[in-house]
């Protein structure tokens, strides 16, 4: 089990779950799913185990947080092969099957009651000059934008190496459907159903009316060609995390991965149910 320290306050959420785990003889290890700022006050008496010890010793990773907190563990959990079991302390916990109210559901994971959703995922690479500067692998999306300085970056984008969109603008997204409700739908991207085999490539803040979303097989190679940036001042990142640097020449591949995160599934509800819910709360 990880927990986020900055939403759970006091790991009272992870503790609570402990105890229910250890109630119907379940064996749960606690851990971190990234590091903490040194200054940040932890509370005593509490051991935590390295991740990737307890992924190799266990059957499923129990994540508390909000959807940032379940990105970052994602990884992790993917190339280990074991399932995830989201259980929501943010605001919208769109990928979260349990909220933190829901934990008398928990001693189902021991007896095995439950399914897997398999979510397709995205390979990026950055080649820079003909060599690879950049790999990382992605459950949301990944993201080309502008630093807070910069003006205007001009992007240039093909599917299969054929033109599909070019235009100046803030920076462009290529989601996966379950990446379509965050930042792609802020941008103006639809939203798509988690099982549709399909990569959603949307323009933010474009400077040209006529250039809209394109939602593309996932059998497509999307690249992205980084033109005149405003003063060389363009960033990627992957599902929300460290930002990587790019030069003007950059070119930058996104591609369906091999890999596919397992999320744990416990209730009976549409798509269309969570989209209902949650965005009427949001």
Known sequence: MCSNPYRDKNFRTLLAAKAKLDACGAQSW???PFDVDRTFPMPGGIHFTDMNRALAQGDVLIC????????HAAKA???????ILGVNIGTMGFIAELESTELELLPKIAAGEFEIDRRMMLDVTVRRDGEIVYKDLSLNDVVITKGA??????LSVYCDGVPALEFGGD????????????YSLSAGGPIVEPDADVMIVTPICAHDVQTKSIVASDRRKITVRLGKAGRRNAFLSADGGKA????TGDVVTVTRSVHQTQLVRMKDRSFYDIVHTKFKNS
């Not at 920076?171 to 965050?182: C, D, Q």
């Open 64 to 71: 508390f947080g909000g959807d940032g907190t379940l990105l």
């Open 30 to 32: 606690m851990c971190l």
């Open 77 to 83: 959990a993917t190339q280990a092969g074991i399932p």
């Open 149 to 154: 300085v910069a003006r205007v970056v001009r």
């Open 171 to 182: 920076g462009v997204i290529v989601a996966t459907p379950t990446g379509s409700t965050a």
């Open 244 to 247: 990587f640097h790019l030069n």
